[in-house]
């Protein structure tokens, strides 16, 4: 029997976790529980995109109050997880990716002598303030973890260099690739839940920007280089859906508000979000999640920071790391808009984060039940065998 307690706080934990809670529920035991547990770091964000993935959590902390740092939703956390720690007495706590939620959920559970999984483990700037907090929330998380998670053979290396045993490292894929596909499966067969991508037939710039390290100057440049984009070519409609967080949304608004061929809306549930991806022309992001599923998916992307964790989408092609940088944006846009060998050379789909299969290796080792490669294997080899003896 195992309880496995899966905590989850953000938008991106909530997707990528979603393929996870499935698999664990759909391959658990009857003596098995599976408890989800939400601390509401992104709560409209986060209860909005669980939603869609028919997920309800179990358990739901209500940490956040505005204009809270870092610092103290680590704090809150650590005490209100722990009293759940107390309660539920799990034999497993499951986190994922780099927020304050990972960093107080994985130290806390530690504290209480619970294993931790950490799912998306690995990933690293080597670089403390660049993404900041999160370079740290996920070495905290991979300091304490039992089980590590890696989407990548290079997420695995810095963790062996780091001196973890490498049975405690598994090597999955990401479970973003799984998300993606679970949900375009549904989308396809409810096609009422299809959203229109826009009404004209100019080319889609889907934008997103929210980083901490992009507050300030650097938002502003980057609002700047969206107008003179927007100015320069006639063919384009720039959506861009703002980040809640007012030190973005204050400059977004003010420096894009009624310019022509931008709308900034809302932030996008996640299946309207996936139809805008699909279609995009090019995506202009600084997200990390943004460069997995436009390299799953083939959509050139200029990627709004200087270094990346995420170095596969990068060398496989499909995103370009041009930071900040008010002319490299516009250049680098013009020559994909303008030039369409550039644009076919990265609009190509690539499978580095995996087959979609990361979720169901992270159930199967969860819940003791094997290795879910050598498992599916054999039972390849043995309905093979069955086909032949029965004269198929
Ligand atoms: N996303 C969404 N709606 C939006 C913008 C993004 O559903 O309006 C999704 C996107 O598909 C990706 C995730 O949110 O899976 C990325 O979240 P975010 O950029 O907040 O975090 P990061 O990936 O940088 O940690």
Redesign the pocket.
Known sequence: MSRILVVLG???EA??LAPVIHALREHARDDDEVVVCSTGQ?RE?LAQ?LGAFGITPDLDLDVMEPGQCPSDVVGKLMIELGKVYKQTSPDWVVVQ???ATVAAGALSAFMHRIKVAHVEAGLRTHDKSK?FP?EINRRVAGVVADMHFAATEQASDHLLREGNAPNSIMVTGNT?VD?LRWMSDKMRQNTDSSVNGHADNARLVLV?A??RESHGEPIREVCRALKEIAEQHHDIRIVY?V?MNPNISGPVREILEGVERITL??????P???ER?SNAYMII?????????ASVIGVPTLLLRESTERPEAVQAGVVLPVGTDHDLIVKSAAALLTDPEVHARMAKPVSVFGDGQASQRIAYELLGLGRFDDITQQRSVNSSFDRVGSGH
Do not use: N, W
């Open positions: 953000t938008r991106p997707i990528k992104h964000m995109t990716g780099d927020t993404p999160e973003v998300a997103t929210h980083r859906p980040h809306c809302d932030p996008l549930d996640y309207s979000f996936m991806m992001t600084d997200s990390g999640g943004i460069q997995e599923e």
